[in-house]
């Protein structure tokens, strides 16, 4: 394929990726759906009468929304009936949108834009699929020999998050202050925290019609409900976790905030991409099991940039890594009859890779704080200090074209307190 909008082939947004997301520019301040191509914007409500096929002619209003919630809950053979119009509408043999008098009214060029929250977050769930993060962090408060907690490979396990302080990148947060235990056996102490960290991860967005409540997700066709994905930032306050997380998890310590990329990748521009699912023992329970291939090969990177404009690539992992798959992640969810809705938030948990070069969090590069991460600028860090940008990164490789999230990214900001 080749759009007659112009790119380099180390690219992003090539015409087989055609990402959706929600922009404003200073001209329109109105939030309204884009699709990424190349360096420029497709601005669809500007385009909507463009999507004639038979099941989008009558639903053209869902791409004249601020959000993507209503196109989300067409289903998937809309999602692809609007793929396929738009690598045509974009296909350089089409003229439609290359008259300059059209041309200059319907694409946007994305250094002007101001990007949104893609979708209208009603709930948001963060899991805990990665096998190799879950052993280091076992490793690291209960010992190599029970690393694992008994139902790890048995289940998802997960936490339900906050979906109010779920912001887009280039959104700054300020350090949490909570409680903290400095001192075992000490008295607690209350104050900004002191161990902020990152944590690698990539969400997926609900899709379909919302579901009832009482029915559940079938997990041979859970991919089905899996509109796209998007990189994501777990901001964690480790010493906050560590004193609150006993019964009942992780609370405040995450409830601060949570960065996603501008851009929902959909599951059509990932297929190739899929790789052999990781192999599971023991084998789970029936209402988890299936055979098709739902694992994808997803280069992830991290870097940290320093106020004083320094980057440093601390970590590089991939998607390929998580033990438990989307398609089990959202039966498990439902299997209760838990309803879900168009635009849920589904993140997979920190991802680590095998090697300490591809560890997924500040708790694990540093290794509980014993081994300090150096920067190109000189410092090191333990945990992430007031300043610090995080950037995360996803791409795929294929034949001579590339697939990017865009940026995941956010910087720490002192707290708002000073106790």
Same mark, same amino acid.
């Given at each position: ?236 306050? *480790?010493?906050?976790? =560590?004193?609150? /997380? ?5 609370? @405040? %310590?995450?409830?601060?905030? +949570? ?56 970590? *590089?992992?991939?998607? =390929?890594?998580? /033990? ?5 992640? @959202? %039966?498990?969810?439902?299997? +209760? ?63 001579? /074209? ?6 995941? %990214? ?10």
């Amino acid at each position: 394929m080749k759009s007659f909008i112009e790119y380099s082939a180390d690219c992003g947004f090539p015409i087989q990726n055609l990402p959706y997301g929600v922009f404003s520019t200073a001209k329109n301040p109105d939030k309204r759906i884009g699709v990424a191509i190349g360096d420029q914007i497709l601005d669809l409500s500007a385009t909507a009468h463009l999507f004639t096929g038979p099941l989008l002619a009558k639903k053209q209003d869902v791409f004249r929304r601020d959000c993507l919630n209503d196109f989300m809950s067409l289903g998937r053979p809309s999602w692809r009936e609007a793929r396929e119009t738009l690598q045509n509408l974009l296909a350089a043999e089409n003229k439609t949108l290359q008259q300059p008098e059209i041309k200059s009214k319907v694409f946007v060029p994305q250094a002007e834009a101001t990007m949104h929250l893609p979708a209208k977050i009603g709930d948001y769930t963060d899991f805990y699929s990665s096998i190799h993060h879950a052993t280091n962090v076992g490793m690291m408060f209960r010992g190599k020999d029970n690393a694992l907690m008994p139902n790890w490979k048995h289940l998802p396990v997960g936490y339900h998050g906050r979906a109010s302080s779920v912001v887009v990148s280039g959104t700054a947060l300020h350090r949490p202050r909570g409680q903290t235990l400095p001192v075992e056996g000490a008295a607690p102490h209350f104050g900004p925290s002191k161990s902020m960290d990152f944590e690698l991860e990539v969400a997926f967005f609900v899709g379909g019609p919302p579901t009832h409540l009482g029915d559940a997700i079938d997990v041979k066709n859970a991919h089905e409900y899996i509109f796209g994905f998007v990189t994501m930032n777990d901001w964690s306050a *480790r010493d906050i976790q =560590k004193w609150e /997380y006993v019964p009942l998890g992780p609370f @405040l %310590a995450k409830n601060f905030g +949570t960065t996603i990329s501008p851009w929902v990748v959909t599951v059509e521009a990932l297929e190739p991409f899929k790789v052999p699912n990781m192999v599971q023992d023991p084998e789970p329970f029936d209402y988890l099991r299936h055979k098709n291939p739902f694992n994808f090969d997803i280069n992830l990177e991290v870097d940290i940039k320093t106020e004083n404009g320094t980057v440093t690539t601390i970590t *590089r992992s991939n998607y =390929k890594y998580l /033990y438990w798959t989307a398609q089990q992640q @959202l %039966a498990h969810h439902t299997v +209760t009859g838990c309803n879900v809705n168009p635009g849920d938030l589904m993140a997979s948990g920190t991802i680590s890779g095998e090697t300490p070069d591809s560890y997924g969090s500040m708790l694990e590069l540093c290794w509980k704080g014993t081994k300090p991460v150096s920067l190109n600028d000189g410092s090191q860090r333990k945990f992430l200090q007031d300043g610090d940008e995080v950037i995360i990164r996803g791409f795929c490789i294929g034949d001579k /074209y590339k697939i990017s999230f865009g940026d995941c %990214a956010g910087k720490l900001m002192p707290s708002k307190y000073k106790n």
